[in-house]
Structures are given as C-alpha cells and as structure tokens.
C-alpha cells in the first residue's frame, strides 16, 4: 500500500493458495512506518483468534504483534492518531511553513530596495 517512498502496510490473515497481493480472508490492523513515530494499529483478539486457527505469521508481522503485546516502543506508537493531536499536528506545521514564508519574503524585499538604496545615495 502506499506510493513511492512512503510506505503503509496492512496486516492481513490470507490462504496459503492466494497470490501475494491477491484476495485475503481479514484485515487485522496497518503499519505506517514512516509516521514519527511509526504507528501500528493492531486487532489482538483477532490476531489470537487466527493465530488459534493455526495462521502462521510472517517474522516481521511475528515481530509487530510482541511489540503490540508489550505496549510499543520509544519508536512505535499504538493505535490511532487522536482528533487533538492531528490538529496540534497540523497547527504546528502551518505555523512553520508561514514563519518560512515571511522569512522568504523579507529577503525578497532586502534585495529589492537595496539597488534603490544605492541608485538613490
């Protein structure tokens, strides 16, 4: 899932039988690797429901699923992103962009009136 350089996996339960990016049995959660910091949102009861059923995950799923058992990590988030922390989220990269902005226009105007400052003395 995705586009080029920016990565979102979903975590599926698929047949054995079925291509790769073919048809699968459940969606049980996504990855978002790139998110700071990454954000793993995981359906544990149904992982334990399949994992019963015999479903052998992959090493890297296997790997999402105890870091989601333990709680995640300084690196990975659990669950998902609250309505007040996109707006804080979104607030604070307006305000950089604007403050860049102004930076960018100030320059702009310095470079525009020092040839009339010269033309002028």
Wanted: charged fraction near 30%; proline fraction near 6%; aromatic fraction near 4%.
């Amino acid at each position: 899932m995705g586009r080029k350089k920016l990565p979102h996996y979903r975590i599926v339960v698929s047949d054995s039988r079925s291509p790769r990016d073919g048809r699968f049995v459940e969606t049980l959660g996504y990855y978002k690797p790139l998110s700071d910091p990454a954000r793993l949102v995981l359906d544990l009861g149904r992982v334990d429901h399949w994992l019963g059923e015999g479903a052998s995950p992959s090493d890297t799923v296997a790997s999402l699923i105890s870091k989601a058992r333990r709680g995640g990590t300084t690196d990975l988030a659990l669950g998902e992103v609250g309505p007040e922390e996109r707006k804080v989220k979104r607030a604070e990269a307006l305000a950089a962009r604007r403050t860049i902005e102004q930076k960018a226009a100030a320059k702009k105007a310095e470079k525009a009136s020092a040839p009339a400052a010269e033309a002028g003395a």
